[in-house]
């Protein structure tokens, strides 16, 4: 079972652990009542934390994970996503993505590490934080979840999903096999060497080929080539997508997908007419037992391996864990690392940065300073997120609060009044714009400038007192050349999740600067698709970039 973005138990609009918990076990009871006895196991997208539970901790979003480099750092934050999730009652997470991101236009680019597979592979360190580590010699290609503090993981969108053409989601990637294999298969050997236990394929297609219909991919390759002995898994109503108009000819689907390989469907809707139509086409011959029962005994290995057999019900002594102090401090870290520092000062040898906490006045600006849910971004409460107060956590004006000294006054207007520009007793500004929360198509963006009027605002205030400027968003922006001639410092921020306090960390000099640009910051959007792989690359800010308070970082 699944829940999908937005969904939860009771009609509730906030839902803590205790009622999922609630919820799923009900659930498992009707099914260990069933005439098998045999225990679901349920799904949900946790994809930056339990981002569907109130008072859950909520990570950086996987762009940001990508600038922090650090493998380490991301097992860390699948052991307490894994934790989290556990205390709800549900032991399986539609996560981690590794997607290779090529295109900033792409509207899931923000789930993706990196548009580099070397770091997208690096991060996939966060499936063994979700399920464990699986002993020296755990078969190869078998799932693995080591107890009832982890979860199953689900690599995701099998493949090809960050490379389609100009970047529209669910839309055509164009690669030979090898340079299919080379960019955007990789991540999976690495998850599949790990132990994941299932992996779902993806809306996209390859070459004008669906891929939740391509035998080829998730049988001769997937489970044959490369061993995989896990669930492949549909995405949300993934059948439907394979006629049009969608769900028409609803039994070609199935047939379709069942013998391209898929073991596991996601069907929110029509579940009747897909048992119906399923067992038709096996009675038929159109789809083989055989595979029926190679699907069947995947599942049922996945739920051995996640010992839902002796373990059906919620572990509620896990409760504790959800939104601790442990866990927020991590999230923290995690923020304060993925920050990528884009400009320092209009003078090299006059840096910005850190700012002065003592300073009497302070000037905090922009839609993005105090908005929880902007902060978070997509898939956070809801499928494509909301502003205010969704979630538990420190906002970038909370955390600029708590920093500075207690002599300070900080001011706040989200559009600072003619009146305010005119004063001349502010030390600086910090003005946090950027996008609002999107997911899936609705992120696809062909233009990508900052919303919300966010140009006129920097230039606004930047043009009155000197500036930090702080982008909240999930990918590169238009960054026009005046307006970094105009402000004094730019940080990207990414989608840093309920922990602003880690921003503050930086900006105050209590840690420096680590993050460096997991994707390539373009100029102009005629530029793209641009990445560090093309000939004729000539970007704003090139993958890798990142500056600290004293000397710029390397590109790696």
């Not at 850190?354 to 997509?378: E, F, M, S, W």
């Not at 989200?414 to 999107?438: C, I, K, M, N, W």
Request: aromatic share 8%; hydrophobic share 40%.
């Amino acid at each position: 079972m699944v829940s999908t973005g937005g969904s939860g138990p009771f009609g509730k609009v906030k839902t803590e652990s205790s009622d999922w918990a609630d919820m799923v076990d009900r659930f498992q009871k009707s099914a260990l009542d069933s005439r098998l006895g045999i225990p679901l196991i349920y799904g949900i997208d946790a994809i930056h934390g339990n981002n569907s539970i109130y008072g859950a901790t909520i990570f950086p979003h996987n762009v940001g994970l990508g600038a922090t480099r650090d493998a380490d750092l991301a097992q860390k934050i699948g052991e307490a996503t894994a934790l989290e999730v556990r205390a709800s009652g549900i032991h399986y997470t539609f996560a981690p993505c590794v997607a290779v991101s090529r295109d900033p236009r792409w509207g899931r680019c923000y789930e993706s590490y990196s548009e580099d597979t070397v770091i997208v592979r690096k991060m996939t360190s966060i499936v063994t934080g979700l399920q464990g580590q699986p002993p020296p010699k755990h078969p190869k290609g078998y799932p693995f979840v080591a107890g009832r503090k982890n979860v199953i993981a689900c690599a995701k969108h099998f493949v090809g999903d960050g490379g389609t053409d100009g970047g529209i989601n669910e839309g055509n990637t164009i690669l030979s096999y090898e340079e299919l294999e080379r960019i955007h298969m990789a991540p999976y050997l690495d998850c599949i060497s790990r132990g994941v236990s299932t992996i779902m394929a993806s809306y996209s297609s390859w070459n004008g080929r669906k891929l939740h219909a391509d035998h080829f991919l998730l049988t001769e390759v997937l489970k044959d080539k490369l061993g995989f002995k896990g669930v492949v898994i549909s995405d949300w109503r993934g059948l439907d997508r394979l006629s049009e108009p969608r769900g028409s000819n609803y039994r070609y689907c199935i047939s379709s997908a069942i013998n391209a390989g898929i073991d596991m469907v996601m069907v929110p809707y029509r579940y009747k007419l897909f048992v119906e139509d399923l067992t038709s086409l096996v009675e038929s011959g159109e789809v083989q037992m055989a595979r029926i029962d190679d699907a069947i005994e995947r599942i049922l290995r996945v739920k051995f391996a996640a010992s839902v057999f002796e373990f059906p019900f919620a572990n509620r002594s896990l409760l504790d864990t959800v939104g601790c102090k442990l866990h927020r401090d991590l999230a923290r870290e995690a923020v304060r690392k993925s920050l990528v520092l884009l400009k320092n000062g209009k003078d090299l040898k006059n840096p910005f940065l850190p700012l002065d906490r003592n300073a009497k006045r302070i000037l905090v600006a922009g839609t993005h300073a105090n908005d929880l849910g902007y902060q978070c971004g997509g898939w956070t409460a809801d499928w494509k997120g909301s502003s205010g107060n969704i979630a538990i956590g420190t906002t970038i004006l909370d955390a600029i609060k708590e920093a500075v000294g207690d002599e300070t006054e900080v001011v706040y207007e989200q559009y600072p009044s003619t009146e305010t520009l005119a004063r001349r007793d502010f030390s600086y500004a910090v003005v946090a714009v950027g996008e609002e929360p999107y997911a899936e198509t609705l992120g696809d963006n062909s233009e990508l400038v900052i919303p919300f009027d966010g140009v006129d605002l920097l230039s606004s205030v930047a043009g009155c007192f000197p500036t930090l400027a702080i982008l909240i968003s999930g990918r590169p922006l238009v960054l026009e050349p005046w307006l970094l001639e105009k402000i004094d410092a730019l940080i990207a921020a990414w989608l840093p999740g309920s922990e602003g306090g880690g921003i503050a960390d930086v900006v105050f000099g209590d840690h420096d600067f680590e993050g460096k640009l997991p994707v390539t910051w373009f100029k102009r959007v005629e530029q793209l698709p641009l990445h560090a792989e093309m000939n004729a690359y000539d970007p704003l800010f090139s993958l890798g970039f990142g500056l600290t308070c004293n000397k710029e970082k390397s590109p790696n």
